[in-house]
């Protein structure tokens, strides 16, 4: 159980279906906080991590399918949200995709995908969000970036893209509600395994005749120091600390969690 006390507040995580986002959701909800869960998935399975929640820690749960490459979505998951849980106190931007290919052979539809659902979502969220937080002059708005929102690598270019403008919406973000009781950080996380990896690993050694466990050492875990993936749950601490008395400090940063990647 957490020190942090995050009981009476109101959290949305998006893509919290799955993943780092379902981690995240998992911590908010044991520190008190009512949860606005969001993602795509089995409806049953969405149930029952949904009502799973709700009676491990007693807060209010409520879960939106709302798809974020849509803007009028995911500004509607403000007000579903407020709806169904009360005012948005926290707002973890967090669904996210990718698609790995040359740029000469990058299929367009996928890059505004990505674009839209990595990036421009979190215009929408955030700009649907700030006058509630304004009028309590509280808010803490965390953006899921990544290593790659720092750095590139190759064949991400809609990913890298995106991410780098998540941090640059970050740091906007930040400076504009300085002043205020509102703080906006990004967390830049190496790689994770997640759904969204071991599907780029299930790919790579498609595509490189290796085994998953060849990809692991020699592709994936190559740029990470530690060669250790990192822990969806040290994620989920560093949103929970962000939100607490400590995070009030904290704004406009991009907390990177990799590894060592970025020390390079
Ligand atoms: P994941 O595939 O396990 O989860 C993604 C979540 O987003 C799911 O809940 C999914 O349903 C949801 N989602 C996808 N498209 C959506 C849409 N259009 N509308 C609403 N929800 C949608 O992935 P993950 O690895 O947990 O990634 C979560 C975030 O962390 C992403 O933004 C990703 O870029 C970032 N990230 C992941 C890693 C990693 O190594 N896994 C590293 C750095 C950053």
């Known amino acids: 159980m957490s020190d942090i006390d995050l009981s009476g507040r109101g959290a949305i995580v998006t893509g919290s279906t799955s993943g780092i986002g379902l981690g995240i959701a998992h911590q908010l909800a044991r520190a008190g906080a009512n949860v606005m869960l969001n993602g795509f998935g089995d409806a049953g399975e969405i149930e029952n991590i949904r009502a799973g929640m709700v009676s491990d820690y007693g807060v209010t749960v409520g879960y939106s399918g709302a798809d974020m490459s849509h803007g009028a979505a995911a500004r509607g998951l403000i007000t579903d949200a407020q709806a169904a849980i009360g005012d948005v106190d926290i707002l973890v931007n967090n669904a996210g995709i990718q698609h790995v290919a040359p740029i000469d052979e990058f299929p367009p539809e996928k890059w505004e995908m990505i674009i839209a659902i990595n990036l421009v979502s979190s215009f929408h969220t955030i700009n649907a969000a700030l006058a509630g937080m304004k009028a309590r002059n509280f808010g803490r708005i965390v953006n899921i970036a990544s290593a790659h929102g720092l750095v590139a690598s190759p064949y991400k270019s809609a ?7 998540l941090v640059g919406l970050t740091k906007t973000v930040a400076l504009e509600v300085a002043e205020t009781g509102i703080t906006c950080n990004a967390i830049c996380p190496g790689f994770v395994q997640t759904p969204l990896v071991d599907g780029q690993i299930d790919d790579q050694a498609k595509v490189n005749n290796m085994s998953r466990e060849e990809v692991i050492r ?15 749950g040290h994620i989920a601490d560093t949103v929970l600390f962000l939100c607490g008395p400590a995070g009030a400090s904290f704004t406009g940063a991009s907390l990177s969690i990799d590894g060592g990647w970025t020390a390079r």
């Open 218 to 232: 020699d592709i994936v875990l190559a740029s990470q120091p530690s060669k250790r993936f990192v822990e969806a």
């Open 159 to 165: 990913y890298v893209a995106a991410k780098h403008g």
